[in-house]
């Protein structure tokens, strides 16, 4: 079983910065696959950005279009966090955020793929 809490949520003003933590425990967190999806009132989940866990011990990162170049996922695994930090914020990127978590070394953009989820945090991006 996996735990995830989300925090770091809030409102700001468009253009400023976030940073979302994503705080983990449970089972082994280094290899785990840790993903970031949104949701805006009356839309679907989306992907946002993903870690995952490479065969060198290294990790790869994936981003949605809509957040390549402004977003930055990473990770923490002496302190089971993985982080969002978002800058250039826009309105558009107002909505629920989450973390998800799978196991092995893929990741998907679909929610249904990740067995583990945090609450959510707010973001509300003002203009």
């Known amino acids: 079983q996996v735990q995830l809490v989300e925090s770091g949520g809030g409102l700001v003003q468009a253009g400023v910065s976030l940073r979302l933590s994503c705080a983990a425990s449970?089972?082994?967190?280094?290899?785990?696959?840790m993903c970031w999806f949104r949701q805006a009132p009356g839309k679907e989940r989306e992907f946002v950005a993903a870690?995952?866990?490479?065969?060198?011990?290294?990790?790869?990162?994936y981003y949605a279009d809509s957040v390549k170049g402004r977003f930055t996922i990473s990770r923490d695994n002496a302190k089971n966090t993985v982080y969002l930090q978002m800058n250039s914020l826009k309105p558009e990127d107002t909505a629920v955020y989450f973390c998800?978590?799978?196991?092995?070394?893929?990741?998907?953009?679909?929610?249904?793929?990740?067995?583990?989820w945090g609450q959510g945090t707010q973001v509300t991006v003002s203009s």
């Open positions: 998800a978590a799978r196991g092995g070394r893929a990741y998907y953009t679909r929610p249904n793929e990740y067995a583990y």
């Open positions: 449970g089972r082994t967190f280094s290899s785990a696959s």
């Open positions: 870690i995952t866990w490479s065969a060198d011990s290294d990790y790869n990162l």
